[in-house]
């Protein structure tokens, strides 16, 4: 049996417990806020500092239950134990279960708003961020400041004004992951697309890359494997992601 420290975001807890639940080695999980997003560069420091921590012996390979999520996880360096990431965009990818799947989704409708239990229900003050939507995001804490001063109406109206940002959305999509009872968020996703004119889809999502990786199976195309001494950098390529000697590694 194998040992395996799992590093990942909050947006994913329930989906990553349920898979290190079932999968056939022993997961140590770790949650990082999933408000780091919103800043890569502490994001980074964070996981490098958690990478440096787990000491000689202590597992046998450390998993970053991330994609690249900006730039967070490019430049993360392996010192003496191995680390094995998806190669994907962001959680996005996590939550549709394939690389193949997201770019379909993107090339359809690349302006997404996405929602899903495990993200919603942790988000701070109660937001409707979603994912993958930061700026729209400010604008939710915008208009929810605008209706607590001046009322519903005058908030819509407001928003309105300033409505130039929408022109980049036509979609929500809720994402059912099969685990708990999201029908609050799902029904948030909905108003959220009827206010702004958008289309509304419910998709099922696939936990199939999680369990692959916190299961052990890594096939080459669809996870990186990174050797100690050796850093993370992004790919010109569809593999998005690949592997270089580290200048520095620490030791």
Same mark, same amino acid.
């Given at each position: ?12 807890? $329930?989906?990553? %417990? ?17 408000? +780091?997003?919103? =800043? ?14 787990v ?25 003496? =134990?191995?680390?094995? *990431?998806p190669? &994907?965009?962001?959680? *996005?990818?996590?939550? +549709? #279960?394939?690389?193949?799947? %997201? ?8 302006? =997404? ?8 229900? $942790?988000?701070?003050? #109660?937001?409707?961020?979603?994912? #993958?939507? &930061? ?8 208009y929810?400041?605008?209706?607590a001063?001046?009322?519903q109406?005058?908030?819509? %109206? ?13 979609r ?16 948030m996703a909905?108003?959220? &697309? ?12 696939? $936990? ?14 669809v ?8 850093? *993370? $950098? ?10 270089? *000697? ?6």
């Open positions: 049996m194998k040992r395996y420290v799992a590093l990942t975001c909050e947006a994913l807890a $329930r989906c990553v %417990y349920a898979a290190a639940a079932a999968a056939p080695h022993t997961v140590s999980v770790q949650l990082y806020r999933q408000g +780091l997003h919103n =800043t890569p560069k502490k994001l980074h420091v964070s996981l490098q500092d958690a990478i440096d921590m000491q000689p012996g202590e597992c046998d390979a450390i998993l970053l239950v991330y994609g690249m999520c900006g730039t967070s996880t490019l430049g993360l360096t392996a010192r003496h =134990t191995p680390l094995v *990431i190669r &994907a965009h962001d959680c *996005i990818t996590l939550y +549709l #279960g394939s690389h193949q799947r %997201y770019r379909q989704e993107f090339d359809a409708h690349p302006g =997404t708003y996405w929602y899903s239990l495990d993200y919603m229900e $942790r988000n701070e003050d #109660g937001s409707r961020v979603a994912l #993958g939507a &930061a700026n729209l995001g400010m604008m939710d804490a915008v929810e400041e605008y209706v001063k001046y009322g109406d005058n908030a819509d %109206y407001l928003m309105e004004v300033m409505g130039e940002w929408r022109t980049h959305y036509d929500a999509v809720y994402i059912d992951m099969g685990l708990g009872n999201g029908h609050e968020y799902e029904q909905q108003e959220q &697309a009827q206010r702004y004119g958008w289309l509304f889809e419910r998709k099922q999502g696939d $936990r199939r890359l999680l369990e692959m990786l916190l299961g052990g199976d890594w096939p080459e195309d996870f990186l494997l990174v050797p100690p001494g050796h850093t *993370i $950098r992004q790919a010109g390529d569809d593999g998005l992601i690949r592997v270089e *000697i580290a200048e520095n590694n620490g030791e």
